[in-house]
């Protein structure tokens, strides 16, 4: 099936409040009791709070109906202080080259950090179990990495020197 999906005024694809993979991800935080809050702003997603080994941080799930794509966000605790995103951007440079699924993302007018997995079931269907691979693919490298990006964004260390002391 080829179509061209809807777009909202930012030229992205709108999302839908309803619909397969709204429910879908309903359906995962529900069986999951993972407590969810429903948001409009900036667009329909759902919202939860995340508590990793080092931090928490709050995720956004959203549902792209018409584009039939599912969005998972882990969004940064704080924002990178503007004197530190070159160095941020560098350190998640190095990390995205070897990540199999997902990437990190920099706003680098807002310092908006986040970590991003997503999945197209375009001629497919979604499930319950795909959104969990989904989810649980995000917040795993987010928990991994978040402590190492506090170093970087706010003890002011070398993406490179952080990096070596993961390994």
Known sequence: ?????ASSSNGSPATGA????RSALESFFETSGWPVDAVERPRPALQSEFEGEDDTWMCYAIA???AEQALFYSVYPEAIPRDRLGAVAEFITRVNFDLP???FELGFDTGELRMKTSIDVADDRI??????????ANVVVMNRYVGALRRVAFDHER???VLGDMR
């Open 159 to 161: 993406p490179e020197d």
């Open 1 to 5: 099936m080829s179509h061209s999906p």
């Open 127 to 136: 499930s319950v179990p795909l959104v969990r691979n989904l989810v649980t």
């Open 101 to 103: 699924i997902g990437n």
């Open 64 to 66: 792209l109906e018409e």
């Open 18 to 21: 309803s619909g397969p993979i």
